[in-house]
């Protein structure tokens, strides 16, 4: 979902929920404190301060090692090598603003599916005047589309890695965008909602899958199979792990804790090595409200009310979309997490605690009851990202929280990787995901990482902890951002998706961008914060129309896991975004006309190695639109010490050039490119363009739009409301894509 957008405000007086917001007031140790700590020390140590600060300026501060050793020289800048067998074999596409998906010569682009199409037989195709029903919804494709994954399907039907003919393609649905095309004129002004709108928008939130055939040149989607299926933010769910039937989420619904509804704002996913589909609650606070005056009736007095304010729900907030004003019918009246009855089994004030997880859904079997895994903790997540899966070894999975000043984490599961597992669903799911260890990354300024442990009575998480008090494991995962606070987490600049790289392991984050940061020279004042190593940027954005200061363009974090130790890693900056223009300090990885890009957001490693990256950007949309690009990195500690604008030393990695970095397509006007999967032989590459012409208020009676895509894709003359879509490309010759 894009920052910038302000979907509501010609036709209603509130905003879309900002995931720009910023939420992390802790006062966490930051770069400057542990740069005065190491120098104090080194000070102690040493006897003078010279030596110390001569040493930072050369670069022994951000050396991988974390030696203490002064006299280590700066690694010295070198290229990246491409992998030997794979180059990059496409022209790289020009950036441009046309309302289409523009991508290289020799390469096909086709629409898989689209906001209301019909999955099955018996509804009616969309007919662009937001006539459809709303029950219809739990048939037709939602909307938003974002993450999304590619399962091979045997014959027989069951999961099958290999298989690239036949599928199910499972999509996030992230969220109901502007223009509100699946209405008939738009979103109707208002303090309260009308009860058809929000009961369409419930159900064209979450997720679809559906089966999905190629048939010589052609890949669609196959209407009225047995497995296309809904989940919906009306979806009965069950809560596993360690926090199932905690007094935090007891509901009318459920009261011993064991269920909800609804998964919401789908953003980033996962999958797993055993064939099930990870979906990802991000921005949910987009439908959930809290009443005035219910900080005071909280049982849990200040302790709960600081976890209710620490997740962004402080009392007397109304949600944009309000869907808990458009009726008293619990379908409605839910979404209103405040206290109405006399205890948390009589009303929903733990609605909150209810969303913010990883869901696992099993495609294969569409009768299968999602479940909300709470041991992988509870933010706004992003996405969940594996590491190839090791018989005999923990499935470990990444995560980020995408907010300003948030953290990223990581999975541990306490059952070893078995193969005999694949193909059994949510029983699978159990076994690794309900049991295991969190952790969370801090970043040392010496290149250094460390993952510190997220377990109730270990690193201060108890009932002694005076920010607060934990009562046991259950509450320090529905409260992870505020474990993540205590143990010192390094806040990042809004960590999006991740990829783990399929040969060496090496993990990839994106860090989108963070308008919060101020110049070392400054006095932060509130959240505000100054760069750090792992965030080294702050700069003003001078080119162009939208200009921005902090980290306007973000940069990608990547990390290598230390072999013997689960708590540590090393890292550095893969790859900074930057206008080509740009001053030499801000475009630190020497980005041409051919590769430079802003806000990175999507991110995806085929099996062969290329890098995918997307863009959610509102930097550089002055001179073109979001797209994707391919990439060939090499490892961490591949670049050297770099300086970035602003004087904040960084570890960056080697240099772009077109050989590692090439633009592969620009996506329609006002869009944002997100969500990517590949067909096992490469040949099939499917993208999700969210949120086309959002920016503009459309006029209904006259039909004009801020994009008219994608139905102008086959024909430019045509003109019909703009709709998130899945695109098929392939390529004209019928080879591998990229190369
Ligand atoms: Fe839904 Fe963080 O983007
Ligand atoms: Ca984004
Ligand atoms: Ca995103
Ligand atoms: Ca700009």
Redesign the pocket.
């Known amino acids: ?1 894009s920052k910038q957008h302000d979907l509501a405000a010609s036709q209603s007086d509130v905003n879309e929920y900002d995931e720009d917001a910023v939420l992390n007031p802790s006062a966490n140790p930051h770069f400057e404190d542990i740069l005065a700590a190491r120098l104090s020390r080194r000070v102690a140590l040493k006897g003078g301060i010279s030596t110390t600060a001569a040493a930072l300026l050369g670069g022994s501060l951000l050396s991988a090692c974390g030696s203490d050793d002064d006299s280590t020289p700066a690694p010295a800048p070198a290229p990246a090598p491409a992998p030997a067998a794979l180059k990059i074999g496409f022209t790289a596409v020009a950036k441009n603003k046309n309302d289409l998906v523009t991508v290289p010569e020799g390469y096909n682009v086709s629409i898989l599916h689209a906001l209301g199409d019909p999955m099955h037989f018996g509804d009616e195709s969309w007919k662009d005047d937001g006539s459809e029903a709303a029950d219809s919804y739990n048939r037709r494709i939602g909307d938003g589309h ?1 993450g999304m994954y590619w399962f091979g399907m045997s014959d027989a039907g069951a999961f099958d890695a290999k298989r690239s003919d036949r599928g199910l393609l499972a999509v996030n649905h992230e969220y109901v965008v502007a223009p509100y095309g699946l209405h008939p004129a738009g979103r109707a002004a208002g303090a309260t909602r009308n009860a058809t709108e929000v009961e369409k928008e419930i159900y064209a939130h979450g997720v679809s899958v559906v089966e999905v055939k190629r048939d010589g040149a052609n890949t669609t989607m196959v209407r009225g199979s047995r497995y296309n299926r809904r989940v919906t933010s009306a979806t009965t769910m069950d809560i596993t792990g360690p926090a199932k039937g905690h007094l935090l989420l007891q509901t009318l619904f459920s009261p011993t804790g064991v269920q909800t509804r609804g998964t919401n704002n789908n ?2 996913n996962g999958y797993t090595p055993w064939g099930t589909y990870l979906t990802c609650e991000e921005n949910y606070l987009n439908v959930i409200s809290r009443a005035a005056g219910d900080d005071a009736l909280r049982a849990g007095g200040a302790k709960e009310v600081s976890s209710l304010n620490r997740y962004g729900l402080p009392q007397n907030r109304k949600s944009p979309y309000l869907w808990d004003t458009a009726g008293t019918a619990d379908l409605f009246a839910r979404w209103n997490s405040s206290v109405t009855g006399a205890s948390a089994v009589a009303d929903y004030r733990n609605t909150i605690n209810t969303f913010g997880w990883v869901v696992e859904i099993d495609p294969f079997a569409p009768d299968s009851t999602p479940a909300k895994r709470t041991a992988l903790g509870r933010f706004n997540h ?1 996405g969940a990202w594996p590491a190839e899966a090791v018989a005999g070894k923990p499935i470990v999975i990444y995560m980020g929280d ?1 907010s300003r000043n948030e953290y990223i984490y990581k999975f541990v599961s306490k059952a070893n990787w078995d193969a005999a597992d694949i193909g059994k669903g949510m029983a699978a799911g159990a076994k690794y995901l309900d049991e295991g260890t969190l952790y969370v990354a801090k970043f040392n300024a010496d290149g250094t990482g460390t993952w510190v442990e997220l377990s109730f009575g270990k690193n201060g998480l108890d009932g002694t902890n005076a920010t607060y008090a934990f009562a046991d494991q259950g509450d320090v995962l529905i409260n992870a951002r505020l474990a993540g606070d205590v143990v010192g987490a390094t806040k990042m600049d809004r960590p ?2 991740g990829a783990v790289h399929p040969t060496n392991g090496e993990v990839y984050m994106t860090l989108t961008n963070n308008s919060n940061r101020v110049a070392n020279t400054a006095t932060p004042t509130g959240s505000q914060l100054k760069p750090d190593a792992a965030n080294p940027r702050y700069y003003e954005d001078l080119k162009g129309a939208s200009s921005q200061k902090g980290n306007p363009n973000g940069h990608i974090i990547r990390w290598k896991e230390d072999a013997a130790d689960v708590t540590k890693m090393t890292w550095d900056v893969y790859l900074f975004g930057a206008q080509a223009d740009a001053a030499a300090d801000i475009n630190l990885s020497s980005l041409t006309d051919v590769n430079d890009f802003s806000s990175p ?2 991110l995806y490693f085929d099996k062969r190695g290329m890098l995918w990256i997307q863009t ?1 950007d509102g930097a550089y949309t002055d001179v073109t639109n979001c797209m994707m690009l391919a990439a060939l990195p090499g490892k961490v500690g591949d670049g050297g010490v770099a300086t970035a604008a602003g004087g904040t030393q960084t570890r960056a990695g080697a240099k772009a050039s077109a050989d590692t970095l090439r633009r592969f397509l620009v996506g329609p006007k006002e869009c944002e490119i ?1 969500g990517i999967a590949m067909t096992p032989d490469h040949k099939t590459l499917f993208f999700n363009v969210q949120h086309p012409g959002e920016e503009t208020t459309p006029d209904w009676a006259a039909k004009t739009f801020g994009s008219y895509w994608p139905a102008n894709q086959a024909d430019p003359t045509v003109k019909k409301r703009p709709r998130s879509a899945t695109v098929v490309i392939t390529r004209k010759d019928g080879g591998e894509i990229g190369i």
């Open positions: 979902m974002d953003c980033a992003e995408d999006e998706w957001d999507g959610d997100t």
